[in-house]
Nanobody
Framework: QVQLVESGGGLVQAGGSLRLSCAAS????????MAWFRQAPGKEREFVAC??????YYADSVNARFTISRDNAKNTVYLQMNSLKPEDTAVYYC????????????????WGQGTQVTVSS
């Protein structure tokens, strides 16, 4: 069975950093897109970052602050989050294998359960 498991969320003060991890099992995603999305209370799930074919893509709101990376040997994707702001508070989800758009949540086949990130002011 394919599983994506996120970890690394928590409570951090504004300006601090967190590193999220997403460990995949059941199949390899080395040749597929892997991405991070987030969803704040009362809001729709939004694109954060994606890595595909060695390239990286970011939402304008996190560009220059967040970095996505992957370790194909470990079948794991990471999200390094620096200079965190209160507006970054959300549940962060790992997603894998987009059949179409890398920025559209509905196009991804596999999802993790999410990990909470809370940034205090």
């Amino acid at each position: 069975q394919v599983q994506l498991v996120e970890s690394g969320g928590g409570l951090v003060q504004a300006g601090g950093s967190l590193r999220l991890s997403c460990a995949a099992s059941g199949r390899t995603f080395s040749s597929e897109a892997m991405a991070w999305f987030r969803q704040a209370p009362g809001k729709e799930r939004e694109f954060v970052a994606c890595t595909r074919w060695g390239g990286t893509y970011y939402a304008d709101s996190v560009n220059a602050r967040f970095t996505i990376s992957r370790d194909n040997a470990k079948n794991t994707v990471y999200l390094q989050m620096n200079s965190l702001k209160p507006e970054d508070t959300a549940v962060y989800y790992c997603a894998a294998l987009s059949r179409r758009s890398i920025r559209s949540a509905g196009d991804y086949e596999y999802w993790g359960q999410g990990t909470q990130v809370t940034v205090s002011s």
